[in-house]
């Protein structure tokens, strides 16, 4: 006998939800397990709109099970903890991004990289756990993946980086695209992209913001300091640019050419993609040879590391730049969300607006 | 005006070479620069049959120009040094591989990556500075810069160890550069021709588990008992393949036909490096997934610096690892060329030059 998501679990919570491949989001009631003796249970304050969470509503990567609530870029306060828990109290502030579970026995977990482990949990529409996300009023989650919040990282304007931050700061460091003096290239300047170029400058780099949009260029260069801005379908600029480049993060999900962006690269240089297309790329071998280039993937980051991360944003002042909405509008930003409308992440005003 | 081959230089030398985009080669005299002073100048003893000479006799790279003297795996006995010269004497025995010259002054060169040097000059079919284009070993002497010289170790046979100056350093520098170079790393080569046995070797030398990937079923046996591989799959068989799944800390795809990389990436575990050093024609279908999904790598590799080329012919003498050759007199170099197409050789061809290359 299936259990409806009103009665699966004893407590009860509400959301918003998207019910088929449409995406339409609407408010839905829910219920959640209770406070477990690892659990840490807290009032959403805010969630960031991922495009993942897009893909996600319209079964865009065929693995939806409506209704889906998403949202992995939770912040909130903590309301219960169970009675083994140690990292957080009543009332601290936390975060949640897109994992809830792993493991703990393989040597991805022991690794603290959770989120290369086979049977990781993914904060909403997980494949084998039914899961649902920050779009909700409240959530709970093991101790091990709960985020503390550091006391000057504004709410708000932290929350996307549960995810975007994590998922552009992991392949910097394991890369080695975080050294002062170094040049790396961003692609996109989306959620991922912008935050990318602010923790690279903050870490000293020289940044080139590659982009299809050539009005971008003020606001790279002004408003998130890049260095320089190339416009991918310009040739000339591009061949200006080729083999200048320590790396490349490519957080760009629409289908694109990734022989020019190798080109960019220096000898040894590492071309890192964080967004998936759903059309596979054609890369021939002859530039990854002459040059030792590297093409290489990265998907978010470990809980530990989710956590260094956040602390070093805080440390530096970097947050994402955002458009707080309330969660009524949630379909509106969808559609914007499609059409790149957006300077950068939409939040939603969880705590105020979902009644 | 456009000097002949025999003119273009002051010392006579002759070789074989090919004429045209029909690859078959025949004799050739051309001619060599004097000796300068950082010049290391000597007799050719053997010569190994890389694949890429035959890529490039027939030019399907769009760069060869005619006539064309191939081989870049090349040992022989010095007969004369400049009065530069600080590492060799005449009578040493030396190698020298697919590179003769270099910019020295960029940033790879620097760091004694002269294999990335934008203005490498190649061994064979490179334009030179003074216009000329350099002839390789299928020739009865060779002269280069001490720099590009390799010292041969004592312990170290002639003809099974020529062909390690192409092959050798090409599967010795990224088992090095991408960490597969630990005792218990778990290591997949795929391909088992000249690039591929000789990958096999290195990584077994250095204490690597290896898993051999073959399209063809009947290679197994020399992989386990011959190479000693630790495994054999066929990579057409998606049970084999499903059964090798995340298992790899790195593969060395050393195929030039096209061939899909997908299976290959799920065979590595998260981390995993998938090293290209096989140049296949097509570009590669790659999907952004295979690679977000566990942190994997897709990279290539190309030879390796003079100084890490010395390196892998000492660790190949105090190893013992050498290349399986059939050793052929140079007028049968044609008929080893076809061989070659049909892999029908195990597994290089090096062809015994001081003693089947006649003066015309």
Not at chain 2, 314 to 342: C, Q, S, W
């Amino acid at each position: 006998m299936g259990s409806l998501p009103e009665t699966e679990h004893p407590v009860k919570a509400l959301g918003y939800a998207a019910r088929d491949i449409s995406g339409v989001l609407s408010p839905i009631n829910f219920s959640r397990r209770e406070t477990g003796d690892e659990d840490v249970r807290f009032k959403v304050s805010y969630c960031g709109v991922c495009h993942s969470d897009l893909h996600s509503v319209k079964n865009e990567w065929s693995n939806a099970k409506y209704p889906v609530i998403p949202g992995h870029e939770i912040v909130g306060v903590v309301t219960e903890v169970g009675s083994k828990v140690k990292k957080v109290k009543v009332g601290d502030k936390v975060g949640v991004g897109c994992m809830v579970g792993s493991c703990h026995s393989c040597d991805q977990c022991a690794s603290d990289q959770e989120q290369y482990c086979l049977k990781m949990v993914q904060t909403y529409n997980d494949a084998t756990m039914t899961t649902y996300g920050g779009y909700s009023d409240h959530m709970v989650a093991n101790e091990h993946f709960i985020i503390s919040w550091p006391e000057n990282l504004p709410l708000d304007g932290g929350a996307p980086l549960l995810c975007a931050g994590i998922t552009v700061y992991s392949p910097m460091r394991y890369y080695g695209l975080d050294k002062p003096g170094m040049h790396v290239g961003v692609v996109g300047l989306g959620g991922l992209g912008h935050v990318a170029v602010k923790f690279l400058k903050a870490l000293g780099v020289k940044v080139t913001v590659i982009s299809t949009n050539p009005k971008k260029k003020e606001e790279a260069i002004s408003n998130l300091g890049a260095d320089l801005f190339l416009v991918s379908h310009e040739q000339a600029q591009m061949q200006g640019a080729v083999g200048t480049m320590d790396g490349i993060i490519d957080t760009v999900s629409a289908d694109h050419p990734l022989v020019p962006l190798i080109g960019l690269l220096r000898p040894n240089g590492k071309l890192v993609l964080v967004g998936a297309p759903t059309k596979p790329h054609e890369i021939p071998a002859f530039p990854l040879l002459f040059g030792r280039k590297l093409v290489g993937g990265s998907l978010i980051g470990g809980i530990k590391e989710t956590q260094e991360m956040i602390d070093f944003a805080a440390k530096h002042n970097i947050t994402a730049a955002i458009e707080l909405i309330p969660i009524d509008y949630i379909n509106t930003a969808m559609e914007r969300l499609a059409k790149a409308d957006v300077r950068y992440r939409f939040v939603i005003d969880v705590a105020n607006t979902l009644k | 005006m456009v000097k002949s081959p025999e003119a273009e230089h002051p010392i006579n030398a002759y070789g074989y070479a090919a004429r045209d985009t029909s690859g078959t080669l025949s004799p050739l005299t051309f001619s060599r620069r004097a000796t300068g002073d950082k010049d290391v100048r000597f007799k050719v003893l053997y010569c190994g049959i890389c694949h890429s000479d035959l890529h490039f006799v027939k030019n399907e790279w769009g760069m060869t120009v005619y006539p064309v003297v191939p081989g870049h795996e090349i040992v022989g006995t010095v007969t004369e040094v400049g009065s530069k010269v600080e590492k060799f004497k005449v009578g040493d025995k030396v190698g020298v591989g697919c590179l003769v010259g270099s910019c020295s002054s960029c940033e790879s060169c620097a760091n004694d990556l002269e294999n990335y040097c934008r203005k490498q000059i190649l061994t064979y079919g490179s334009p030179c500075f003074d216009g000329t284009r350099t002839y390789g070993g299928y020739s009865d002497h060779m002269v280069a810069d001490e720099h590009f010289v390799l010292r041969w170790p004592e312990n170290l046979p002639l003809d099974t160890g020529a062909p390690l100056l192409c092959a050798g350093i090409t599967t010795y520098s990224p088992l090095r550069y991408f960490g597969l170079d630990k005792p218990g790393v778990k290591v997949g080569v795929v391909g088992l021709g000249g690039l591929g046995h000789v990958a096999v070797k290195m990584a077994k030398a250095f204490g690597a588990e290896v898993t051999v990937f073959s399209t063809t079923p009947n290679k197994k046996q020399e992989a386990l008992e011959g190479l000693k591989a630790d495994h054999f799959i066929v990579s057409q068989d998606p049970e084999q393949m499903q059964s090798a799944a995340s298992t790899l800390d790195g593969i060395i795809d050393t195929v030039s036909a096209t061939h899909p990389i997908a299976p290959l990436l799920s065979v590595l575990k998260p981390h995993g490096k998938l090293v290209l050093v096989g140049i296949p024609e097509k570009p590669l279908e790659l999907a952004a997934f295979s690679l977000i999904m566990g942190r994997k790598i897709v990279t290539g590799s190309a030879i390796g610096g003079l100084k890490e080329t010395q390196e892998m012919l000492d660790f190949a003498a105090k190893h013992g690892v050498t290349a399986d050759i059939e050793v052929i007199p140079i007028d049968y170099v044609n008929t080893a060329m076809d061989r070659i197409l049909k892999s029908d050789v195990r597994y290089r061809f090096v062809i015994d030059v001081a003693n089947s290359l006649k003066a015309p």
